[in-house]
């Protein structure tokens, strides 16, 4: 005899399961994006020993962007220990890591799956805004580098 499962319950599970996706995909995106601000960084030096005035103020605004854009998606990788401002998920090895057997037990409930998103999509709200700068600043710092190879 099958039983039917709740519509509600099938809910909370797709909502944990889409929004943990969305915070790996962000931390694959902001590892790309350090790979392409890192290439970027390489063409600052092969461009700046012969550039002058606004050739060398281009080369200077790409490599302010490169790296603020850099920062930003580690940022986005930088495991986040703690609540950061927000309540505690009590369904996450950070709780569980200082909780005893029975809070453990007790937090594992289907109860505290509300929870588990709210703080899962607060992360992931978090990581793709921080992501979103990150591919805008280096979207800058490739026009900036087109700019100074134009200007020499």
């Given amino acids: 005899m099958t039983t039917a499962q709740d519509p509600t319950d099938t809910a909370l599970t797709e909502a944990i399961t889409r929004t943990e996706g969305h915070i790996s995909r962000a931390d694959t995106k902001a590892g790309q994006l350090m790979t392409v601000t ?8 092969v461009l700046a020993p012969h550039a002058h005035g606004p050739a060398l103020a281009a ?5 302010a962007a490169g790296t603020i854009s850099f920062a930003l998606a580690l940022m986005v990788i930088l495991p986040r220990l703690g609540t950061c ?6 369904n996450s090895f ?3 890591a200082t909780a005893t ?3 453990i037990t007790a937090s594992i409930s289907d109860a505290h799956r509300p929870d588990t998103i709210r703080v899962l999509a607060v992360i992931a709200l978090r990581k793709m805004r921080l992501l ?5 600043l280096a979207l800058l710092a490739v026009a900036a580098l087109g700019a100074a190879g134009l200007t020499r």
């Fill in 59 to 63: 080369i200077t605004l790409a490599a």
């Fill in 85 to 90: 401002g927000i309540a505690p998920d009590r």
């Fill in 38 to 45: 890192g290439l970027l960084a390489t063409l600052g030096p």
């Fill in 101 to 103: 057997p029975t809070e």
């Fill in 94 to 96: 950070v709780y569980w």
């Fill in 132 to 136: 979103r700068h990150s591919a805008v």
